[in-house]
């Protein structure tokens, strides 16, 4: 079956533009997380969606930043006004977690989406 | 909060092994390890959750130590195709929010 899709996959924005970012998850997965990757770091924790209800967003870094998941399937993230140090890759992941630990589960990675900001 | 990955990056010939470790200063609730080659999406390897486990497949394995603060993952008779960044997430409680340490790059040459 077709994995977690993520567009676009490739984004260059102007500092102060705002940019949208769409995940795709897998067919029935009920969990959804976004991270940031810097370049040579390991994906930082942005949000966490159980559903559409968003569980956790303690790791947004600003208030420019907003996600959601209105009918708790596809989720958008959402950037306003860009900074230069917005950029990096924003990988979603999605689990199914079938009601036990989330942490017991796979968590399903997207491709990514390199969002530039000049 | 975000564990700590030792080495940075290794360099090996192929059939030759090699230890990654993922250490934390509190006590963790599970451990994941993934792979990431450049350009691409982490891919999940293994989870571990309980102090004094062990688990693999193939010839990629991973322990978990009884303090539960320690996780390593061992490669063994390396191929080429092992060549990318490992990575854990580590989890501190069951608040479903991952940190994942900086990274081991490993190169597997010919």
């Known amino acids: 079956g077709a994995g977690v899709s993520q567009s676009p996959r490739y984004k260059v924005a102007k500092r102060g533009q705002d940019v949208a970012l769409r995940c795709d998850p897998i067919?029935?997965?009920?969990?959804l997380f976004w991270y940031q990757q810097a370049l040579g770091q390991g994906p930082e924790f942005l949000t966490y969606?159980?559903?559409?209800?968003?569980?956790?967003k303690s790791g947004l870094p600003s208030d420019r930043f907003f996600a959601e998941r209105p009918e708790g399937s596809v989720s958008t993230l959402k950037i306003q006004r860009t900074q230069q140090e917005d950029s990096a890759v924003y990988l979603c992941?999605?689990?199914?977690?079938?009601?036990?630990?989330?942490?017991?589960?796979?968590?399903?990675f997207g491709p990514g989406t390199r969002l530039l900001v000049l | 909060q975000q564990p700590v990955q030792s080495p940075q990056a290794v360099i090996l010939r192929e059939g030759e092994d090699a230890v990654i470790n993922c250490s934390s200063s509190?006590?963790?609730?599970?451990v994941h390890w993934y792979r990431q080659k450049h350009g691409e999406a982490p891919v999940f390897l293994m989870i571990?959750?309980?102090?004094?486990e062990q688990k693999g497949h193939d010839k990629i394995s991973a322990s978990f130590n009884e303090k539960k603060q320690q996780s390593s993952l061992y490669l063994t008779a390396s191929q080429l195709s092992y060549s990318g960044t490992y990575f854990c997430?580590?989890?501190?409680?069951?608040?479903?929010?991952?940190?994942f340490g900086s990274g081991t790059k490993l190169n597997v040459k010919p």
């Open positions: 992941a999605s689990s199914y977690s079938s009601g036990i630990a989330v942490s017991q589960e796979t968590q399903y």
């Open positions: 067919s029935g997965h009920v969990s």
């Open positions: 969606f159980q559903n559409e209800a968003q569980l956790d």
């Open positions: 509190k006590a963790l609730y599970s």
């Open positions: 571990l959750l309980k102090g004094g």
């Open positions: 997430g580590t989890e501190e409680h069951n608040f479903n929010k991952f940190y």
